[in-house]
């Protein structure tokens, strides 16, 4: 028996449904075209296969190709792609455009490396990445799904990142501070978000910058937590300053959250401020950083499961139980390598399963009725 006819079995005895809607879903799904996983994957296995070849066979007369030639079919190539994007979109191909624009999208970047081997431009990895960001920001934006719009913002992350610790431009504001760099970056995926909600609504690019806001967050917690000695400059977070006063302001102006709401997120904001600059208080006890940790999840679990997020309010549940475990192995470190305390410690964590098994769903609930 299939899942879909399980499931259908369940409903009907359940009294969801009765039998005539489950006839007509039954024929509903008939006609869906069907797709086959093991096409795809042969399909997919066969490209990469020519693809490497080819590769591998322009590799092997790299050198005797003239360069006039490489740039020819570099362009060529470039203007392949785009145009299947574009007649993709045109003929409302879904897949097949993403594919043209993610393959014209990553040929930009190889172009850019072409260009610099041929003309001995040099520079470095986060100025080509940089520059990469900048001319297809565009194509970028213009994606229907996640991929796209994640792996570009995740690039120009890693770019802005890179150059903010190397570039002689950016050295003077930032010191080779790592800390400050590492608070700047989730703040300025924050800012991003709200300038592209703004101007191009709940697009991808939107879902993009959310999705890094929260990824960077949490890497940036981490390092607040690692860096917890380590008195930088106070000047060189000057910009992440700008930022979090611009996410601040984003905030309270936004119209889909209630009061409550944005409320919670400025407390986010506020602790996630305060967790930088603990070292300034020449505080070195490791359960106040973690105590900022924990906070900044459990309010971030409160706000999601407000949103109805479920999924990622038990996903900031579990981090904030992973926390409680860390400190309690911190507290108790000496303890827990002797045989009592590991009996202790395998206790502690299978009753944290228990408590998460049997309140998850209570908890959510209460969030998401609180916070209304």
């Excluded at 860096?227 to 979090?244: E, G, K, N």
């Amino acid at each position: 028996m299939s899942k879909l006819e399980k499931q259908l079995s369940e409903w009907i005895r359940s009294g969801l449904i009765g039998k005539d809607q489950a006839d007509r879903i039954r024929t509903h799904e008939a006609t869906r075209p069907e797709s086959s996983w093991v096409l795809s994957g042969l399909l997919l296995l066969g490209a990469v296969i020519v693809a490497t070849g080819t590769v591998s066979l322009i590799a092997a007369n790299w050198f005797t190709i003239p360069d006039a030639v490489k740039l020819v079919a570099d362009l060529l190539l470039l203007l392949g792609l785009g145009y299947g994007a574009f007649r993709s979109q045109a003929s409302n191909r879904p897949l097949h455009f993403e594919a043209f624009l993610l393959a014209f999208i990553l040929m930009c970047l190889a172009s850019i490396g072409l260009i610099s081997q041929i003309f001995h431009t040099g520079g470095k990895l986060h100025q080509a990445i940089l520059l990469w960001s900048l001319i297809t920001f565009a194509a970028a934006s213009s994606a229907r799904t996640l991929l796209i719009p994640f792996l570009w913002t995740g690039a120009f992350l890693s770019g802005i990142a890179t150059a903010a610790i190397e570039s002689i431009a950016l050295q003077p504001v930032f010191h080779r501070s790592f800390p400050a760099v590492f608070m700047a970056i989730p703040l300025l995926c924050a800012a991003l978000t709200i300038i592209s909600k703004n101007f191009g609504g709940e697009s991808a690019s939107t879902r993009a910058f959310r999705v890094w806001t929260i990824l960077s967050g949490l890497t940036a917690l981490s390092v607040a937590e690692v860096h917890a000695l380590h008195r930088d400059i106070t000047s060189a977070y000057f910009p992440a300053y700008a930022l979090w006063a611009f996410a601040l302001w984003g905030v309270w102006q936004a119209s889909g959250y209630t009061r409550i709401q944005k409320g919670l997120v400025s407390g986010v904001l506020l602790v996630y401020f305060s967790s930088f600059h603990l070292p300034f208080l020449h505080t070195s006890l490791p359960v106040i950083y973690a105590l900022h940790t924990i906070i900044e999840l459990g309010l971030m679990a409160v706000f999601l499961a407000s949103l109805k997020e479920r999924a990622l309010f038990q996903t900031f549940l579990t981090l904030l139980g992973l926390r409680f475990l860390i400190l309690y192995f911190q507290a108790f470190g000496g303890l827990a390598r002797t045989g009592f305390g590991l009996i202790l410690s395998g206790m502690f964590v299978i009753g944290l399963g228990v408590l998460w098994n049997r309140y998850r769903k209570p908890i959510a609930e209460w969030a998401e009725s609180w916070a209304q």
